[in-house]
């Protein structure tokens, strides 16, 4: 057991020796392990708050059966269909406004609920009979009781009606409100209705569902994932793939660290091994001090792991609350498994990053053979091989383009865009040095480009890291700012109102109305509403507009037949939301059949519209006609023409006159302000990433060159011999550097712009179900390659004062000690 | 949201069921027997019973059930036994609402037997929907798919011919239940005393059922004819609050004598005989408590739980003393309130079949 | 104690086998000191390696004690250098990142044998008492090549093998170096088997054998 152990002593004395090197090697795998593991905390975190939405529920991990053309359907099926020995059991959902705001209510059957479904609203023992008899009792989330302003016990008003008491419920789900499901039939003004059945894993014997409901209904089988996980997934992958890409910076930190270090230690273990050290317990102990090394640093990442993702945890909150309206805990709790994965994907990382050295330590004899030469040669062999390697994951990005059709597709041509450029990128340098050699006259000019080759092997890997992130900046970057420009112009289309107003009550609205009506500066009441149903087994939203010159000037359409706008009025035909077309492969001139309450509504399609930051699909219809076909629609929202310098005072009034609060009413102003605040939250994360990618790159850069430094002394004393000053050297030095930097990061802009439109033309339409105009924004990429030249400075500066500081007996030992 | 089904079942001769109220184990839950039943009906000496009507839902009063068991044999002389049970259970006083608002709950028990298996399984229902309940005339009991029917030619007095259906995942049961003697009146006059208190409830029986039908476990049909017994009673508060459980017997003895026996158990450890002798021309004649006794001989261990599963049953009076021994001993009903209910053979002074439940263990 | 006989070797290069050895004969007694020379490519460096246990030899013997060196695998001949070999190089071979002390004590730590009296005896023969805490660096070649033979001679070898000691190193400190060597080899009663090209060094050492053309001239 000492032996080990003296061995390992040994080994690590070359980094007491030479710390600048383990710190390179520590930075790398803490970056790469802190990114890492910070994005798996998120996803986590997210992943956690999905699952008890879904047990909540009981959505989609429960098969359901659901009315085949109808958004609800009548409760005999559900007698009809236990009588036959099915384990239902019903459920009604609809939508209450307590104070203006919005609330999803469950209305469900304790006593025929199927256990499995979870930790769902577990009526206490005792508690069944005052859960289900009048009046009840409302389950709430404890986070929803907090935003709604009240306590355990109080009677909130909705609907008309004074609702059941509140009770906290922990388990639940954020903006649920539970009851039963008679309660829920009276509160939605439902009765006799269901809007679906559980149906229970029992599997007692039962008759087949077309003779008990013929083909009134429709069983949707379970899916592994919930709703909320299907919609987030884009989201997450997005979220992944930058944990991976900064993992993988960091991890060709630690490959230029180990290689650098191995090959300075080859002397070293030639020596133990010629001292009577077996091969085997050398390769072993070099496992077990990376291991441990790897340890160290993979507990210091996951501490920085978890600050990481608690900075950025409110954000990413914000975002998928914004767009997708799951709600996530600010705090953030962490399982164990986290711990593990991140230790385990430090090893992991560290051994991958080492693989190449240890191999070469196992293969190493113990009698050193001088091959001068060698190296060019295996370098040239080397370029040669990664080149067509590079070429090769080109053509498979274009078949992925050609013949893939899914997000993991998109994503795919993304990785195998960046890893073909990361290949090619050493040949594409080489290339550029060697045109420049051949244009060079003076020797010292020639010497400069000549020797910029040679130092490529050992920078090549860093410049890869740079390549990556300064191409997923820029594309991000196009991206981001795309989406903003596309963005802006379409929301000061969309909030075409000048007031918007949500009452609390289909009874205020009418007052409030009434009341407006009587104000001269009101130029134009727009009543609109909104209905939730279901389209092919997914909800979708159908959205009322009021037939008003407001719209047809302004509400933007992507595509519509010539007179949309009038073919909306007989109720018979519909716009649809570029998502819900592109999902179910809508055009103009389709039908669809909308299932509503008094049965089918068949629409033609006459025109498409963005609806950007949706998750589900929308239909825009006629207002009038949707209030015929969805009669329970809320009448509460109210849109408003306003004289421009009378906005300020009417929406005093109508606060003062109603009682209304900023949640109630607004003018397009705030709207949009809050709008675009929601968006910018949404991209913050992607930024926040982007830099850290950025600086991880910047820092891989700084350690190639300072540990490229000390070997490159022997290059540079010759030149210091036979004149040179040790500043112009240190300047060449700087200038060599920037020089290859800048090569790289011209070729990172096109690469970078192919990536905006990867992530326009296919991610984002897989992802959100959208298609922005791909925009070049010159000024952002000059940006960007100042940047990438400042970090390229910073990262030379170091190793090149150290050069223009070094002292002359330094440079002269190189000559004594040369072998 | 399973913890919605803290329903309890029936028992013995007072036995109810109950909206669990404390719910951990059946003892608790069954204290809920022991409820009070202010606003329910009162169960009173006397009263006349009505055929078919009382075999009708009877909503004024708390609980209620119709329990049919089921000593059965296949050709080769195997032994099985079946149970059907429905038990109704009103959460308040008050007529009987539509809809959601209706506050009957409805649970049903069904379970197979043999030397080697034991099956059952548990539902539970709202009543004003029509997902459970009973009518009186035709007489129809169900809830979900499970139902107890009566057949052309049904005779109210006799409660037969009857259909008995159960199925679950892993047993189903279907019998036809004839028989050629009137119902029986237990107690005094169908009036069931549980206690010195008031306690009691309206109890009669048909002791004489011929089964004959199939029972499926695993998808392995076995044709099955024997003797059922189906007891029915209701109350609003059967059992005192210090009553913790019984032990409940139903015989079929040689030459077609009935005895219905069984014990109620106190906290403080005391106990109380109750039963019925019944003759084969239909004579119910009440059981003293004096000189009469049923002794445990042997227990099993199931759950953690020990119970007695052999018996010593005197009566000697009717010079009668039997030990019992059940079919199967892990006869254990693992539903929402546990207990224990399964066939028995007796031999001694007399010999034959019966069954044997086993509450607050 | 060391007998090699009918020793060979050959490389493969420019796609044909040289042979290096073909056929060495050659004893070392213990507290010998035997100088081996020849001009160069004579294979003195490799028949020095294979008795090292650095290579494998084509054919022949070597036996060191009662040890057929010859026969081991991998792993043997590692144990073989721990324990009974002591190894001297022309580059002097210390380990840059470790202290005089550590360099001079971590062959007898690893091999077991570190022997306190043994190791204070060699510091101070071997006059490095001032230097134990200097790094290889800040050494001069002779004081280099004197902490490589005290780390080898520190676990007791049984043969001590020398490849060019003081090739790199001038006369006078040549001199001086050898002598110490040749004072710790008769005072441990190792054998001393050294390969140089000089003649006058050869001639300080107990025998002299000649190698040529893969013979014992």
């Not at chain 1, 630690?254 to 390769?283: D, H, K, Y």
Request: hydrophobic letters at 45%; glycine letters at 8%; one cysteine or more.
């Amino acid at each position: 057991m000492r032996r080990p152990l003296w061995i390992l002593a040994v080994l690590l004395s070359h980094w007491r020796r030479h710390p600048m090197q383990l710190a390179t090697l520590l930075i790398g795998l803490i970056s790469a392990t802190a990114l890492w593991s910070g994005v798996q905390a998120l996803n986590q975190q997210a992943r956690t708050a999905y699952d008890r939405a879904a047990a909540t529920f009981g959505g989609a991990r429960t098969a359901v059966l659901v009315g085949k053309d109808s958004a609800t359907f009548p409760q005999q099926l559900f007698v009809d269909l236990r009588r036959a020995g099915w384990p239902v059991s019903p459920m009604l959902e609809g939508r209450v406004q307590i104070d203006g705001r919005s609330f999803r209510l469950l209305g469900v059957e304790p006593v025929t609920l199927p256990s499995e479904v979870g930790n769902a609203p577990a009526v206490g023992r005792g508690r069944l009979q005052s859960f289900v008899t009048p009046p009840g009792e409302m389950l709430v989330a404890p986070e929803t009781l907090r935003d709604l302003g009240l306590k355990d016990g109080d009677r909130p008003q909705a609907n008309g009606l004074t609702l059941p008491p509140l009770r906290v419920q922990a388990e639940l789900a954020p903006g649920a409100l539970i009851v039963d499901i008679g309660i829920a039939q009276d509160i939605l003004k439902l009765p006799g209705q269901l809007s679906r059945l559980l149906v229970g894993k029992s599997k007692a014997p039962h008759a087949t569902l077309e003779s008990v409901a013929g083909d009134k209904l429709r069983l949707v089988e379970p899916s592994a994932e919930s709703d909320l996980e299907r919609l987030t997934d884009s989201f997450h992958l997005n979220l992944t793939a930058f944990g991976l890409l900064s993992f993988f910076v960091g991890l060709f930190i630690v490959n230029s660290a180990i290689g650098l270090a191995f090959e300075q230690r080859l002397p070293m273990l030639r020596t133990l091994r010629a001292c009577g050290v077996s091969a085997r317990m050398l390769n072993t102990v070099l496992v077990i001090e990376l291991v441990s090394l790897a340890l160290v640093a993979g507990l210091i990442g996951l501490v920085c792991g978890y600050f990481i993702a608690a900075a950025l945890l409110p954000d990413v909150a914000a975002s998928l609350r914004g767009l997708y309206g799951a709600q996530i805990p600010g705090q953030l709790s962490l399982k164990p498994v986290w711990w593990f994965a991140g230790i385990a994907i430090s090893i992991l990382g560290a051994l991958a990053a080492a693989a190449a050295s240890l191999a070469k330590a196992i293969r190493m004899p113990v009698l050193a053979t001088a091959q001068p030469q060698a190296w060019q040669q295996a370098q040239r062999r080397w370029l040669m091989l990664q080149s067509a390697a590079a070429l090769a994951v080109f053509a498979v990005a274009a078949a992925l383009i050609q013949f893939g059709d899914s997000l993991i597709t998109g994503f795919a041509v993304l990785a195998a865009l960046m890893l073909g450029a990361a290949l090619i990128l050493p040949m594409i340098l080489q290339i550029a040095l060697a045109l420049g050699q051949r244009s060079a006259r003076a020797p010292v000019g020639i010497w400069f480009w000549a020797d910029s080759r040679q130092q490529l092997s050992g920078l090549s890997l860093a410049l890869m890291a740079l390549l990556l992130a300064l191409a997923v900046n820029v594309g991000v970057g196009t991206m981001v700012e795309s989406f903003s420009r596309t963005f802006l112009v379409w929301l000061d289309g969309r909030l075409a109102a000048d007031v918007y107003i949500s009452a609390a009550s289909d009874q205020q609205a009418k007052e409030i109305k009434a009341w407006l009506r009587d104000r001269p500066e009101v130029q134009a009441i727009l009543p609109g509403g909104r209905a939730d149903t279901q389209l092919g087994g997914t909800p979708i939203e159908v959205l009322g507009l009021p037939d008003h010159t407001t719209y047809r000037d302004n509400w933007p359409l992507l595509e519509s037949t010539a007179n949309a706008w009038v073919r909306l009025r007989p109720g018979d035909a519909g716009l649809v939301s570029e998502q819900l077309s592109r999902r179910m492969k809508l055009a103009i001139g389709d039908h669809i059949e909308v299932p509503a309450p008094g049965g089918s509504w068949l629409l033609e399609i006459v025109g498409i519209y963005a609806d950007y930051g949706n998750p589900k699909g929308q239909i825009a219809v006629n207002f009038a006609a949707l209030t015929r076909h969805f009669p329970q629609t809320p009448l509460t929202r109210i849109g408003l023409r306003v004289e421009p310098d009378k906005i300020a005072p009417l929406i005093t009034a109508l606060q003062e006159k109603f009682g209304l609060d900023d949640r109630n009413v607004a003018d397009q102003a705030t709207m949009k302000r809050e709008s675009k605040r929601v968006f910018n939250r949404t991209f913050s994360v992607t930024a926040a990433l982007n830099a850290f990618t950025l600086g991880v790159a910047g820092i891989a850069l700084l350690t190639s060159l300072l540990t490229l430094a000390n070997s490159r002394l022997p290059q540079l004393a010759p030149l210091w011999a036979i004149g040179l000053t040790r500043r112009r050297l240190a300047a060449l030095e700087l200038l060599k550097t920037m020089a290859v930097a800048l090569i790289t990061a011209l070729f990172a802009l096109p690469l970078g712009l192919l990536v905006a439109w990867c992530l326009l033309a296919i991610v984002n339409v897989k992802a959100f179900g959208w298609r922005l105009p791909f925009h070049v924004f010159p000024l952002q990429l000059i940006e960007l390659l100042a940047v990438a030249m400042a970090a390229a400075l910073c990262a030379a500066a170091l190793p090149v004062a150290r050069l223009a500081r070094m002292q002359p007996a330094t440079l002269i030992r190189t000559f004594v000690n040369e072998r | 949201m399973s913890a919605s089904t803290d329903l309890t079942r029936r028992a013995f001769t007072g036995g109810a069921m109950a909206l669990a109220l404390g719910g951990k184990s059946f003892a608790q839950g069954f204290a809920g027997l022991g409820e009070s039943a202010e606003g329910f009906a009162a169960v009173t000496p006397g009263k006349p019973f009505t055929f078919p009507a009382d075999h009708g839902p009877h909503p004024e009063f708390r609980i209620e059930w119709w329990y049919v068991t089921a000593n059965l044999s296949d050709a080769g002389g195997a032994a099985y036994g079946a149970q059907w049970t429905l038990f109704r259970q009103a959460m308040k006083p008050g007529g009987p609402s539509e809809g959601w608002t209706n506050q009957q709950l409805w649970m049903g028990h069904a379970a197979v037997t043999s030397a080697g298996t034991h099956r059952f399984s548990e539902t539970f229902a709202r009543g004003g929907l029509g997902e459970a309940g009973v009518e009186a005339a035709p007489f129809r009991a169900w809830i979900d798919a499970w139902e107890l029917r009566g057949l052309d030619a049904f005779d109210p007095q006799r409660i037969a011919p009857l259909e008995l259906k159960a199925s679950a995942a892993d047993f189903s049961t279907t019998l036809r239940l004839d028989a050629e003697r009137a119902l029986v009146l237990q107690g005094d006059h169908g009036y069931s005393r549980k206690s010195d208190r008031g306690q009691a409830s309206y109890y009669y029986s048909q002791p004489f059922y011929k089964a004959s039908g199939r029972i499926v476990i695993d998808d392995k049909p076995v044709d099955v004819t024997g003797a059922a017994w189906m007891d029915r009673e209701w109350s609003s508060q059967p059992l005192a609050a210090d009553q913790t459980g019984w032990d409940w017997f139903s015989l079929h003895l040689p030459s077609d004598e009935k005895l219905m026996l069984y014990r109620l158990r106190q906290k403080d450890g005391r106990e109380n005989l109750f039963g019925n002798w019944i003759t084969p021309d239909g004579r119910s004649a009440e059981i003293a408590a004096n000189g009469n006794s049923i002794t445990p001989t042997a227990t099993t261990e199931i759950d953690g739980r020990k119970l007695p599963t052999s018996w010593r049953v005197a009566l000697p009076a009717r010079g009668l003393a039997v030990e019992t021994a059940p079919l199967n001993p892990k006869a254990w009903m693992g539903t929402s309130f546990p207990y224990w209910e399964g066939p028995i053979r007796f031999s001694g002074s007399h010999a034959g079949i019966g069954y044997l439940e086993m509450t607050g263990y | 104690m060391l007998r090699v006989t009918g020793l060979t070797k050959s490389y493969r290069s420019a796609g044909e086998d040289v042979a290096v050895l073909r056929g060495v004969d050659l004893t070392v007694a213990t507290g010998e000191s035997v100088a081996l020379s020849g001009e160069s490519g004579s294979g003195k460096s490799t028949l020095l390696h294979l008795i090292a246990g650095l290579d494998a030899a084509d054919s022949g013997e070597i036996a060191l004690a009662d040890l057929i060196v010859s026969g081991l695998n991998d792993a043997g001949r590692a144990e073989l250098r721990r324990d009974r070999l002591g190894l001297v190089f022309q580059q002097f071979n210390l380990i840059p990142s470790l202290t005089v002390a550590d360099n001079l004590v971590f062959q007898s730590r690893i091999a077991g044998r570190h022997d306190a009296a043994w190791h204070d005896e060699l510091v101070e023969r071997l006059g490095l008492k001032n230097l134990l805490r200097r790094y290889p660096e800040q050494l001069s070649g002779g004081q280099q090549q004197r902490v490589a033979i005290g780390r080898a001679l520190a676990p007791k070898p049984l043969l001590l093998l020398a490849d060019e000691p003081t090739g790199n190193l001038d006369e006078d400190t040549a001199d001086e170096v050898l002598r110490l060597a040749r004072d710790l080899v008769v005072r441990t009663g190792c054998g001393f088997l050294m390969v140089t090209h000089s003649a006058r060094l050869a001639a300080t050492l107990d025998r002299q054998v000649t190698l040529h053309a893969g013979v014992v001239a």
